[in-house]
T-cell receptor, first 114, second 115 residues
Framework: ETGVTQSPTHLIKTRGQQVTLRCSSQ?????VSWYQQALGQGPQFIFQ???????GRGNFPPRFSGLQFPNYSSELNVNALELDDSALYLC?????????????FGSGTRLTVV | AQSVTQLDSHVSVSEGTPVLLRCNYS??????LFWYVQHPNKGLQLLLK??????LVKGINGFEAEFKKSETSFHLTKPSAHMSDAAEYFC?????????????FGPGTRLSVLP
């Protein structure tokens, strides 16, 4: 059973709107990352937070932003939604920033932009 | 920079026969390597990881992988496939050091298991 929960599981938004996706990590996991997985592709790294500070970012525009809270929860915000933003968004957490730590992934939020 | 190539987009095996899913990587730094599995409508589950210890890594559900630095490979194997192994498999590379240490995923290999 995964220790990372995401909400909502499915979401439909209109182009141009804004969306907030939420994630609750395992207790003690102070590193959280967000990934975008388009249909038929591998997940792409969006950004990573460590102790509430962003410490890594992939090739995504600034309209993708995030927050991490002290209670091990986090958010992914996307402004000015585009049709290509339709994807599965995955939240992943781990205990530290070292590469020896594997991520625990949530089941994702499926976002559809129409 | 890091990158991952999964040489087969789809592999089909019969139940009870061996499984081989191929992965080659490129990394500017000494890498850590992982295999994850994704069942339909499910999140990603860690199968196994290589960080810097033994080059033959054993994971869950009978899977194992061997890190071969000279070949820049990290192929996933299982002696005998089970119907429940049918899923999408992702090879992942990340540098041991550096800013962010984000995971770089391969494009995935879909494993089908025939009865």
């Amino acid at each position: 059973e995964t220790g990372v929960t995401q909400s909502p599981t499915h979401l439909i938004k209109t182009r141009g709107q804004q969306v907030t996706l939420r994630c609750s990590s395992q207790s003690g996991h102070n590193t959280v990352s967000w990934y975008q997985q388009a249909l038929g592709q591998g997940p792409q790294f969006i950004f990573q937070y460590y102790r509430e500070e962003e410490n890594g970012r992939g090739n995504f525009p600034p309209r993708f932003s995030g927050l991490q809270f002290p209670n091990y929860s986090s958010e992914l915000n996307v402004n000015a939604l585009e049709l290509d933003d339709s994807a599965l968004y995955l939240c992943a957490s781990r205990e530290g920033t070292g590469a020896n730590y594997g991520y625990t992934f949530g089941s994702g939020t499926r976002l559809t932009v129409v | 920079a890091q990158s991952v190539t999964q040489l087969d987009s789809h592999v089909s095996v019969s139940e009870g026969t061996p499984v081989l899913l191929r992965c080659n990587y490129s990394s500017s730094y000494s890498p850590s390597l992982f295999w994850y599995v994704q069942h339909p409508n499910k999140g990603l589950q860690l199968l196994l990881k290589y960080t810097s210890a033994a080059t033959l890594v054993k994971g869950i559900n009978g899977f194992e992988a061997e890190f071969k630095k000279s070949e820049t490979s990290f192929h996933l194997t299982k002696p005998s496939a089970h119907m429940s192994d049918a899923a999408e498999y992702f090879c992942v590379v990340t540098p041991k050091v550096g800013y962010g240490q984000n995971f770089v995923f391969g494009p995935g290999t879909r494993l089908s298991v025939l009865p």
